[in-house]
């Protein structure tokens, strides 16, 4: 029996798009590895001493990386049902953009740090990692963020308010000639100082100022509670919805009862027993 | 039908006060935006290079921008049923704070920094996603911050104390000659260890010293998970209290229906209707 | 009916060392408010400028002080019910190190600065506070803490070993040349790097010590969870113990049912309906 | 009766590998006491300035610990069942670990440094605490920690390729001019920011640079929820797991009893007994 393209196609699609075949599997750990390889390479030619040595090699290294993943991304695009969708979609982008920067820096010199988009790429391992029983984490993980995001929003714009007028006040207290140049410079301080970074690069020398700082550092330290509170109680509400929808009602098909329910909680009729889990 | 000069008022209240109608929501966006254009024109104009450039465009935009905002602070008293209690409640104060400081700069040099203060009108916003799901969230929100007040007062207080102490221990320590000049600026510099923002700029060199400075360290990383703690369990209870209702079943009296049960998952008899809350 | 002295001294009794009487209450409020003014009087006189101008009032205002809390301290001895108990409880001793600084003062230069212990006294507060709702919420606060002891000791034990180990390797690879004098040294910098504080003072240059400096940065940025952790869930259990412990068993008086159970679960006997609360 | 060596072989073993006697306590008490003096020895003698004093007594003093601690490793090799799986086991390297670097130093000058590794010797010491109420409280800690590691892994795995990006993008944008000499110096810089640790040795300073930086410091903040809010979940599931036992009533099958449950608290019904755990 001959092959045609056409299950050429399929062959390649699955080996490069799905992962729960062998050779599916192997091909996605090579491709992680030769990321890895490749963003370290790029890291170390950034390093002066290291170019100066090894530079000519690092450059061969990585212009046999960037063939390599053209070779893939073309592979892709062939074997692709839909090539376009793909190459818009955002590893297709990616996928595109860990090759272009080579290519550019034979016009722009240093344009090939750009490469390092490709450690990107690695967020491919979350699929590979989705045989094992990654995927009920990440979608616990996934689930929780997802719930917190309105509550997370109405603190980040508060923390912004909050960042604007300290930032202004600081510059009004303690003036240019103390490193607070301009009210963006005194809202970058406090940043540093409500996140509890302190770089101290720039630090208040006044009184006031310095009084206005510790009551920024408090409440910096405080407000941590909230996004906490919201991820730990959205956690524990994923993680529980999780533990409750193994059970449905055999009557109308419900889910999301309790451990301890005992009749459906939409229809009344009474549930299967709950199966030891 | 005339319209009288009672029903302009009405219309022009609801589009000012209300954002309920498309074109209060349309208001309100508007709003926002011009809030946000001016706070960035007052920052953008700190800084010393784009003040030398833009610095005759920046003042126009700020004096057209004022106009508008005094327009609205004046259409505001005229539509508010009682002008006067508008005037005195908190944001009544801030759209006319967000005016003068325009007006002050013809006097005083340097008074539009005090523009900032417009950044508090954004805290309207919440009004404007208030017609979105924020509403549920923000009142769970407040919910937790209220109820945890009293704990974090205990706690607040414990660490001032705490903080008093150790400042004083360090200045007596490592005395003025290593940067602890006084009573305060340790109190200064125990508030930035406690609260792990370490800016450097004051640090302790002697053995003695340093080991307090541990100490310090220590307890503040440790005590941080006293006020996350309160904040985690309030916010549990907050959206426990939100998502579980009070209704109980009429049959057996069981509790802790969930807010989408319409049957008592103890005995299967049908549940009162739910509440709007 | 005259007053023997043993009534004077209920009396005295009454408003020293109680606070539920008007004039109990009063007197704390007073004390606490010159314990402030006390402790802010010693924290400025420790500022030079403010010594130089002021210090020969603030020397009059400290003596005045002392006088008065001497006076209080000795109406506390004659007051109290066993007077050699008093003096030696915490409260007895604190009370006393407020007074003797001052006095010793006149020998020995600078020993005024112990005046800070003051601060101590305001820990008082809490029985003022006691009076309100703020015994509950400290009540519940003291048993997680309590509660959450040995986990934390076990936690910190852990973490001191790691600084321990930490601390040396970085002295054996950046060595005293660039800032790590000493293996204390060496731990004192892990201590300031793990709790996330960073001063800067002493800062990892070569490779190596980056490397090993970044591990242990996500090391302690990472096991905050634990205490965190370890405090939230003992909070949330102190706070459910509150709100379980509210039903008795009527046959064998047992406690601590939840609120979902209908029998005993110590007898088996019917419980009493749960309450609305 | 003549004890024979086999005798005399468990006896060695009694006292040095269990803690559950009075003399094998007293073993694990004395033992500790001499690894916490022999780590503190080995740091002191780092300080320069009590080397040049007391050098010759500590040295004297390591000896004498060493030998006494080559004693114990001998006696442990002795006594042990399987010596040569003692021998390989992490307590059995740690110990011979803790005698090497003397004998080393008489031929390498400094590796007496590596002393340090006695530190590990010191969590022997929860062997000690094993007899009192520490073991569920670890035991609660490890599983809770178990149970999250997958968890944790995809999350750290996130602010690896995070820092990777953001390091490459400050070293783009800031350059080496500005202390971003190479990529990883902008990955170490991205670390010591994202952890909020913030040491200040190296940190932005054109604009660009401090928006981004300002973006991965709220970040920072922020994720740090992430963990957290993991473990304590983790926790609270471990301790429910523990304190709600997995005992079934046999009558109506009801669970979750709490560990002093004698009835089932929904039928009243007597419960089997506790099995230990």
Redesign the interface.
Known sequence: MRRTPADWREDIYRVIFEADTPSGRLFDVVLLWSVLIS?AL???D???SIHAVYGAWLYRAEWVLTVLFMVEYLARLVSAPRPWRYARSFFGVVDLLAIVPTYLSLFFA?SQ??L??R??R??R??RV?KLG??VR??A??QQ??RASR????????T?L?MV??IG?LM??IEG?ERGF?????G??WA???????????I?PVT?VG?IL??MA??L???I??????????????A?DSGAVSTRTCHTCTGE???????????????LP?LEPF
């Open positions: 963003v790029v890291m170390l950034s390093v002066a240093g740090m750009l390092v988009v450690a990107l690695l967020l391992v979350f990692l029983r990654y984490e990440a616990v993980l929780a963020l309105p509550k997370i929003a109405v603190f980040l714009y923390v308010t604007a007028i202004t510059y009004v240019p140049t301009s009210i963006p410079t809202v970058y940043i540093v100082t409500l996140t509890t970074v302190g770089y101290g690069d630090s009184p310095r700082a510790s550092m408090i910096g330290y405080g941590i509670a909230v996004p906490t509170g919201i991820v730990t109680v959205e956690m524990a509400r993680r999301g009862h309790d451990l301890d329910a005992r009749h459906c909680k939409f229809c009344g009729a009474e027993p």
